[in-house]
Nanobody, 127 residues
């Protein structure tokens, strides 16, 4: 089992920045590719970003490309999501997730590929 704890959410004005963190425990961190999804009220869960176990590859959802950056610090068992130029439409609960599966270009955005989920952290962007 992998336990994930998401932190760093909050209220920010449009154009501002936030950095989310996700601390993992329970298993070897480098056995897992990591990701972030988000879910706004009344909407389906949406892929945000993912990163391979060694940080060698990253993928982003179209709505966040160029504004968000995913990174990981394996020595600290932590993955980050740096969010810049935030927009009101970025408002959602953000979930950290982990998968022991390989990430492929046709599956990385599918939430069913991910095995473990954090509790979520609320991000609210005011206009």
């Amino acid at each position: 089992q992998v336990q994930l704890v998401d932190t760093g959410g909050g209220l920010v004005q449009a154009g501002g920045s936030l950095r989310l963190s996700c601390a993992a425990s329970g298993r070897t961190f480098t056995d897992y590719n990591m990701g972030w999804f988000r879910q706004a009220p009344g909407k389906e869960r949406e892929f945000v970003a993912c990163i391979t176990w060694n940080g060698g590859s990253t993928y982003y959802g179209d709505s966040v490309k160029g504004r968000f950056t995913i990174s990981r610090e394996n020595a600290k068992n932590t993955v980050y999501l740096q969010m810049n130029s935030l927009k009101p439409e970025d408002t959602a609960v953000y979930y950290c997730t982990a998968t022991g599966r390989s990430i492929y270009s046709n599956t990385y955005f599918d939430s069913a590929q991910y095995d473990y989920w954090g509790q979520g952290t609320q991000v609210t962007v005011s206009s």
